[in-house]
């Protein structure tokens, strides 16, 4: 009897310190039960890198793991790059319930071209989700639960899947043919598309997903392609006067792994443009100089080439490197000023000549004269449709310039 007493007597006098004890070592299971997340899912195509915990308020941190540059690791520029500015992620948990992340460890320039997260119940229907700025590295917003799963990406993605799901659907068309011409780091097909008579009297070559987090400009092409093949009178109007080439999904091993900017050997597609590529280490544009020099020897070389990125901002992006080639930088200027008077809506893009060397568009002016520059489509927001970029909206922009490009080769 007097043993049990004891025993109640020590319970009841050391419960509350074993309770506060488990709150200050185990603060993870507390905030478990508070947010009722299961998990942050990870495993499947595009999704990111990254390592993912709980605060002792229950909120999510997020951190995206970083990329490897092979060369320039000295770079401050460069470095910047290596930081993911790519996220892609499923969160598990309760229907109704109200998940709180942070977006944590992102590079300085990232947090200036974001203000949103992108979420979706199915991976198919996307919205914008405002997000707030914690500091110049991080920040913050809570996702609504509207289903037990709930995607969570930068920007509205698009992977191989999507791209082989639309091939699949052109590719009966007379009017189209898709070419391989190459493969990956990995061994995944690299396509051309071409859209039209390759016997019109002008050429055009359109890149896509050099970095894999830039999504936007694989739903440009699609865009583009869609309003091409038609088969009314105005889409035959643009193909008598124009062929379109259009290489939809240049680094497909970054936008399955969900890096952000860098191929499987470490190598930025869009740099060292100035040389020719080693094939082991960019077998990605080592295919693409070939597909060119095929067409040079047969003198069908394009003679305008775009290609598509993301940034904070619309940005027409020409070689510094041929800014005082008069003929190239006014072709330049005209492409610019076309989108301006023939879109309704321009994304408000900027023309620059850029401070960077050894580009896609500086090598391709200056080993192949092809009149080319990069064309940055605004990741953050659309002003003149005031709405945040989306599939859709991209699409959208991809159909306009089909009429773009119709005036640009006009007086040519």
């Excluded at 185990?26 to 499947?44: C, E, K, M, R, V």
């Excluded at 930081?83 to 992102?106: C, M, Y």
């Excluded at 500091?135 to 930068?154: F, I, K, L, Q, Y």
């Excluded at 850029?354 to 004269?369: A, E, I, P």
């Amino acid at each position: 009897m007097c043993m049990n007493l004891n025993l109640r007597i020590v319970t009841a006098t050391l419960l509350p310190t074993l309770v506060i004890a488990c709150i200050i070592l185990f603060p993870l299971h507390t905030a478990i039960g508070a947010s009722g997340l299961q998990y942050i899912d990870t495993n499947f195509e595009n999704a990111s890198p990254l390592t993912w915990e709980f605060d002792d308020q229950g909120r999510i941190h997020i951190s995206m793991l970083y990329d490897h540059l092979r060369i320039n690791q000295h770079r401050s520029d460069e470095y910047q790059d290596r930081v993911a500015s790519h996220w892609h992620f499923r969160i598990e948990a309760p229907k109704g319930s109200q998940q709180t992340i942070i977006i944590d460890n992102l590079p300085r320039a990232a947090t200036r071209m974001v203000n949103h997260t992108m979420i979706s119940s199915d991976g198919v229907h996307w919205r914008a989700l405002p997000m707030e700025l914690r500091d110049e590295n991080s920040m913050v917003g809570t996702v609504p639960m509207d289903e037990t799963t709930m995607h969570v990406a930068r920007i509205e993605p698009y992977d191989t899947t999507d791209l082989e799901r639309f091939l699949a659907d052109i590719r009966d068309n007379t009017l189209v043919d898709i070419t391989t011409i190459g493969a990956t780091v990995e061994g995944r097909s690299l396509e051309i598309v071409r859209i039209g008579n390759p016997s019109a009297p002008h050429r055009l070559l359109l890149r896509a997903r050099c970095h894999p987090w830039e999504s936007g400009g694989n739903w440009v092409v699609q865009g583009l392609m869609k309003r091409l093949l038609r088969g009314n009178a105005e889409a035959k109007k643009y193909l008598d006067r124009y062929c379109v080439y259009v290489l939809p999904m240049t680094n497909k091993d970054g936008v399955v792994r969900g890096r952000a900017r860098y191929n499987s050997k470490g190598m930025d597609l869009n740099r060292q443009w100035d040389k020719p590529a080693v094939q082991t280490l960019a077998p990605e544009n080592h295919a693409l100089e070939g597909w060119l020099q095929r067409m040079a020897a047969a003198g069908t070389l394009p003679e305008l080439a775009i290609d598509f990125h993301n940034a904070s901002a619309g940005v027409i992006i020409t070689s510094r490197k041929e800014k005082e080639n008069a003929s190239y930088i006014a072709h330049m200027r005209k492409y610019h000023a076309l989108m301006k008077e023939q879109i309704p809506y321009t994304q408000k893009e900027k023309f620059v000549i850029s401070q960077h060397t050894g580009g896609f568009s500086g090598g391709l002016v200056s080993r192949y004269n092809i009149n080319a520059c990069i064309h940055e489509l605004s990741s953050k927001w659309l002003e003149d449709l005031q709405d945040y970029p989306s599939g859709k909206n991209w699409e959208q922009f991809g159909a306009h310039l089909c009429e773009v490009y119709y005036q640009y080769f006009d007086s040519k």
